[in-house]
């Protein structure tokens, strides 16, 4: 089980040996089980690593939401079969970078689709508060690497 949490994205995402400091380590922590959250739906979690409200700065814009509004959102995109995959990972005080691959199975065509991204958490008393991110999706040799 241990392996697949670090096989999810964000969160999921590489030895906490790689904190150094103590704020950087309960953010790893909370990163982590938000990654119990996505692969196994773990959903009773969120109310203790979400703020009440979490900001999403998303490629179509900002958007303020709240933790259980979120949990569901979660909970309907796990219809896809999605893998993730961590590239990379880098801890500096409340924030946590993570570079990651993806894969999603449509689940009635069965289309496969590859993403790639690069995802900021902002942590506020080792709960996720804010995050940013980016993401390219489609086919090709570039995205198949």
Same mark, same amino acid.
């Given at each position: 089980?241990?392996?697949?949490?670090?096989?999810? *994205?964000?969160?999921?995402?590489?030895?906490?040996?790689?904190?150094?400091?103590?704020?950087?380590?309960?953010?790893?922590?909370?990163?982590?089980?938000?990654?119990?959250?996505? *692969?196994?739906?773990?959903?009773?979690?969120?109310?203790?690593?979400?703020?009440?409200?979490?900001?999403?700065?998303?490629?179509?814009?900002?958007?303020?939401?709240?933790?259980?509004?979120?949990?569901?959102?979660?909970?309907?995109?796990?219809?896809?079969?999605?893998?993730?995959?961590?590239?990379? *990972?880098?801890?500096?005080?409340?924030?946590?970078?993570?570079?990651?691959?993806?894969?999603?199975?449509?689940?009635?065509?069965?289309?496969?689709?590859?993403?790639?991204?690069?995802?900021?958490?902002?942590?506020?008393?080792?709960?996720?508060?804010?995050?940013?991110?980016?993401?390219?999706?489609?086919?090709?040799?570039?995205?198949?690497?």
């Amino acid at each position: 089980m241990a392996n697949k949490i670090y096989s999810i *994205l964000l969160i999921i995402f590489a030895p906490l040996a790689m904190a150094q400091t103590a704020e950087e380590l309960r953010n790893m922590e909370t990163l982590e089980k938000w990654g119990e959250v996505w *692969l196994n739906g773990n959903f009773e979690l969120v109310k203790d690593i979400v703020n009440p409200i979490y900001i999403r700065h998303e490629p179509t814009g900002t958007i303020r939401v709240k933790r259980e509004v979120y949990a569901e959102r979660v909970k309907s995109m796990q219809s896809a079969n999605r893998k993730f995959t961590t590239q990379s *990972l880098s801890a500096d005080k409340d924030l946590i970078w993570v570079r990651w691959s993806m894969t999603t199975e449509d689940p009635e065509t069965k289309e496969i689709t590859h993403s790639r991204g690069l995802q900021v958490y902002r942590f506020e008393n080792g709960k996720l508060a804010e995050t940013w991110w980016s993401h390219t999706e489609g086919h090709g040799s570039w995205l198949d690497l």
